[in-house]
């Protein structure tokens, strides 16, 4: 008898493996979904080993149910992955392996609540679920625990047993299958429909000739409805009766890129840097055998803005084609996938597979697939792509690595692309490739001490080429700082600096156009009452409102109050609804505010705006980008979207409305995050034949971040930021565990985060981890978010990880390792 250890759907504190026996009648293999018996319950799993032994008494071992069908859906090497995942981010086995099976592949079993009768007296938390449930009149079982907080499950199933509450459980049907389009055709030879021609056309049945005649022609149909109306409903009758025709059913692929068309192009010749960074790259992608040192084969690429780190990618994913090896490179972002997919594609058309969340759920089933079946040899996505079911990976590329959006940290399991990335590099023989213009501190001095190889591109290239097709060097933007306070002495308390202003007007006229970068959306971030100084705040979360002006009429002051955390809108009435006041004030201002002031300053401009209100798919981002391309002279307000990746020539000038945005978040990245959109957002200018400019407006001019990104020095920054990390025993000096808690009762969530904070400081005082810092409980920012309290601690030191081993969170705690962000 053959046994198996599948990894089940069920929530665990463990990332553990549960032993099943596989029926003779079902060939399991490791990476298949199955379904397996659960306590009383049927619930999907995977098979991670097989084995002759059972690792528990034979007699307790029950059956697989089932195999899904199409598996298996996870190669073997990604099995390992998947288990280092959970170990590490601290998940379910089952909970990491979802990341890796195809979308739709995953169902499972959901129970639902309906009030009952109530027959006795009810505890408080007893009458929140209640009420909960009666309010909503049909409340899934897992929620009502959920906002109970703590002993939220015991206390929803003891209402269940006592029918104060129903439950019925249902199987949640996958979101998502292959599609297929019908198609009816001949279902004999060209011989047999001759004759029958010949022999219906002169008879009083000319309708059946008629109908081979159409067929032998070389057509098809898609439904009988049509054979009806053209034929008559007696001849088809009898086609398909003599079986002389067929229905076929054929997969139809929903491909995203079916609208697109590239045109072919052809490598550049390097520059002597970028070729030697791509001969040490396809040198380790070539290697026989991979190096025993992870180190060897990754690879930091630190080049400045239009330095040419794509080129460098390109010939090294050519290199791994040709050597009969497959390509991963991810993007942070969906805004950057259509310009990098045209610049991939354009280099290799039809071996490109997409995999992103832009994508309709449809399209993400059928290029999955498609990749699994080996369809193409290059994936490009974003952080998710990392887990594409590919079995030889030759070469990874993690474009623009600094960027906080390869982190997940929504949901479980809140794993960082990059870190995956090197695993796979690890179990695979893998190049990976990261590559920035800013890299995270924290890749940069792994670089520097030799943890991965350091490539330098520290000159940019501009589009143009000389002759024998090398591109040639080009200098960098010049930068200027405005201080605003000088501004605001001077009497000018516009949004745009004179200095702003007038680089606008000298670029416009030159034909040249313009990108201003503020990292805000909307009209003004909070509207306040000048009377009593309240500032409007959403009623489910706890931070305010951001005023957005009516779409329909830009200059109108009419608009709506909209909470960017939970999307709660409110009009945007001129009385304060504390005091009744009428004086509201806008404060701090927005895109869109923005875009209104460019206008003013500009009448007649073209004034596109780029940021997430108006741009929600991967075709929106698309179509911006176009139509500010096409255009002439022209200005583009947006945010962090238009600082990453974008290389449009014509761009002259680039504006930062407000360097100073992101600086005092408590946050001890900070200065890093800073330093990187400003340097990003710089290094759009100047990419073509004419020189760049860029104005920096701040409060802070001295702030060593500003600094360092109006003179693109990486180095001085680095220098700067290391110290400051070191001497506050920050990463990379230190690892860092986020454990945040949320409730709907304000008291039970505080309670709980004090809770366990104790017990963890108890933990390690009795254990000796004087090492690990506990630091909190905190309250989140912001505290209150879509109706739920939250509650943070933070796990400072070497192996954090170890307190968790002696002080179980429960379920009510989310984990979060190496937390991008501590806000």
């Known amino acids: 008898m053959q046994f198996a250890e599948v990894a089940v759907d069920f929530p665990d504190e463990h990332s553990r493996t549960f032993t099943y026996s596989v029926p003779d009648e079902l060939e399991a293999v490791v990476g298949d979904l199955v379904w397996v018996p659960f306590g009383p319950r049927t619930v999907q799993g995977v098979v991670f080993e097989l084995t002759n032994t059972a690792s528990t008494d034979v007699d307790k071992v029950r059956p697989i149910t089932a195999r899904t069908v199409g598996g298996p859906f996870i190669a073997e090497h990604l099995t390992r992955v998947a288990r280092w995942v959970a170990e590490y981010y601290r998940t379910t086995l089952f909970t990491a392996c979802s990341l890796l099976l195809p979308p739709g592949a995953s169902s499972r079993l959901r129970t ?20 909960y449930v009666v309010e909503n009149e049909r409340a899934p079982k897992s929620r009502v625990a959920k906002r109970l907080g703590l002993g939220g499950t015991p206390i929803v199933d003891r209402l269940v047993r006592q029918h104060i509450l129903h439950a019925e459980s249902e199987w949640e049907r996958p979101r998502v299958a292959a599609v297929y389009s019908t198609r009816i055709e001949l279902a004999v030879t060209e011989h047999v429909v001759t004759e029958l021609i010949g022999e219906y056309a002169d008879s009083r049945q000319p ?47 929903r491909d995203p890129l079916a609208d697109y068309f590239f045109q072919q192009e052809f490598a550049h010749s390097p520059t002597d840097l970028q070729k030697s960074a791509i001969d040490q790259i396809v040198a380790e992608i070539l290697a026989a055998k991979p190096s025993e040192n992870p180190s060897d084969r990754q690879f930091l690429l630190h080049g400045v803005t239009g330095s040419g780190k794509t080129e460098v990618y390109l010939q090294a994913i050519e290199a791994c ?22 610049r991939i594609a354009s280099r290799f058309p039809g071996k490109v597979g997409v995999l992103h969340s832009g994508l309709s759920i449809g399209q993400r089933y059928d290029q999955w697939w498609r990749v699994k079946n080996g369809d193409f040899p290059i994936v490009l996505g974003s952080r998710g792509a990392i887990f594409a079911p590919i079995e030889n990976p030759g070469l990874i590329v993690i474009d623009e690595e600094h960027e906080w959006t390869y982190k997940q940290g929504d949901k479980a399991p809140r794993y960082h692309a990059r870190a995956v990335a090197e695993r796979i590099s690890e179990e695979t023989g893998a190049t990976l490739v ?13 670089a520097v001490s030799k943890n991965y190889r350091l490539l330098e591109l520290p000159d940019r290239v501009g589009s143009e080429q000389t002759p024998g097709n090398l591109m040639k060097p080009q200098s960098m933007a010049k930068v200027d700082i405005v201080d605003m306070r000088e501004e605001r002495a001077d009497g000018h308390f516009e949004m745009l600096s004179r200095r702003l202003i007038d680089a606008m007007r000298d ?46 009429d830009s200059r109108s002051q009419s608009g709506k109050l909209m909470c960017h955390y939970c999307n ?6 001129s009385k304060c609804p504390t005091c009744g006041g009428k004086q509201m004030r806008r404060s701090a201002p927005g895109t869109e505010m923005a875009t209104e002031t460019v206008k003013d ?41 238009v600082a990453k990746g974008l290389d449009i020539p014509s761009v002259t000038l680039v504006g930062v409305i407000s360097a100073d945005t992101g600086l005092a978040v408590p946050d001890f990245r900070a200065g890093e995050r800073a330093f990187q959109v400003l340097a990003q957002v710089v290094g759009r200018s100047g990419r073509g034949a004419w020189d760049g400019r860029a104005v920096i407006q701040t409060f802070n001019p001295e702030h060593y971040a500003i600094e360092a990104a109006a003179d693109q020095d990486y180095k001085l920054f680095y220098d700067t930021e290391i110290r400051l990390r070191a001497s506050q025993a920050n990463p990379p000096f230190t690892k860092m565990i986020k454990l945040m808690h949320a409730a709907g009762d304000a008291e039970m969530a505080s309670a709980e985060a004090e809770r366990l904070a104790n017990a963890l400081i108890e933990a390690r005082e009795s254990h000796g981890e004087s090492g690990v810092e506990v630091v909190g409980p905190t309250p989140a920012y912001p505290l209150k978010m879509r109706n739920m309290y939250r509650w943070q601690i933070l796990l400072k030191g070497a192996h954090p990880e170890r307190l968790l081993e002696l002080v179980p969170t429960g379920s009510v705690w989310s984990v979060d390792i190496d937390p991008a962000s501590l806000g």
């Not at 006229?509 to 000048?530: E, H």
């Not at 709660?568 to 009435?573: E, I």
């Open 207 to 253: 309708r059946r000739a008629e109908l081979l005649e159409w067929f032998s022609s070389g057509k098809v149909a898609q439904t009988k409805s049509a054979l009806n109306k053209m034929f008559g409903g007696a001849a088809v009758k009898w086609a398909f009766d003599e079986q002389l025709l067929k229905i076929r059913k054929i997969r139809r692929d």
């Open 321 to 342: 084609i040709a050597a009969g090896k497959r390509a991963i490179f991810l993007v942070p972002e969906i805004a950057l996938t259509p310009q990098t997919l045209k």
């Open 112 to 131: 639902w609540l309906t009030p009952g009768a109530i027959n006795r007296d009810l505890t408080k938390r007893e009458q929140q679920a209640v009420g």
């Open 601 to 641: 300053y500009f009448p007649g401009v073209e004034v596109f705006r780029w940021d997430s209100d108006v741009a929600k798919t991967a075709t929106d981002h698309q179509r911006i980008m176009d139509e500010f391309v096409k255009s002439e002279a022209s200005v583009l307000v947006g945010t962090q979207m």
């Open 568 to 573: 709660y809108t409110a009009g945007a009435g």
């Open 434 to 446: 990261l590559g920035s213009a800013t890299p995270e501190v924290t890749s940069y001095r792994a």
């Open 507 to 552: 670029a416009l006229q030159d034909g040249g156009k313009v990108i201003l970068f503020l990292n805000r959306r909307g009209s003004a971030s909070f509207v306040q009452c000048m009377d009593c100084g309240e500032v409007r705040g959403c009623k489910r979360c706890d931070t305010a409102l951001t005023f957005h002006r009516d779409s329909k």
